[in-house]
């Protein structure tokens, strides 16, 4: 069997992974690994120091710990099960979650309509057509890209959401690759959008026996 491996995307800057079990497994000898508060605390702090000789105000850094605390509370529950990092460029700004699965494939499901339709490129909400592109992938291979704008039914707000999938098939394994991002600033994710072509490229799908080499350096 494999798994989805995100190792590599965790050693990119500028994003953060966030933990989906506290204390981590693996890391339970690690202190900002412990507990979501001890989390946000390392990284804030973590965070500015990157950006030295550029100093933070007073109490910057206890804002962007109080950010990265509920990001870390409140993203994964946004998509449960997916691994899920914050793309934080500068401590000023506010994080953009993405978020990473394996998507479970349905019987005789064809390969292209299942990623468009994990894409939603045929999304008939959405405001206008989805720029739809082929995204490849040194480690999945083809996929495919997805930029579309809608409306969000709670707030009225015109959101834009970034999507990216893949077909893995190894033998008698297979599944689908699926990455998502959405924000109400169309901007932002237009911003971030090499960070994130860069991010989806190191996804990786791995055989158990590398299983071990998750919490090595």
Known sequence: MSWLNVKHAMDLSPWIRIPLMWPEPGLEDVEEAQTPEAWARYFAEGLWEDFAPEKPE???VDLLADILLMYAIRAPAA????????????????????????????????????????????????IEPPIVEDFHSPHLGAGLRVLRYYQDEDSNEVHVGLRY???YEKGTEAADVLIILADPDAGRILKALDHVDE????????????????TSS
């Not at 914050?86 to 390969?111: K, M, N």
């Open 58 to 60: 007073p109490g910057e």
């Open 79 to 126: 998509y449960p099960d997916f691994e899920v990092f914050l793309h934080l460029p500068h401590p000023r700004e506010i994080p953009l979650p993405a978020y990473v699965d394996l998507v479970e494939i349905e019987e005789d499901e064809d390969r292209e309509a299942a990623l468009r339709d994990l894409t939603h490129a045929d999304a008939g909400y959405a």
């Open 165 to 167: 999938a893949w077909r």
């Open 199 to 214: 991010f989806a490229r190191t996804v990786r799908i791995s055989p158990d026996e590398e299983a071990d080499t998750w």
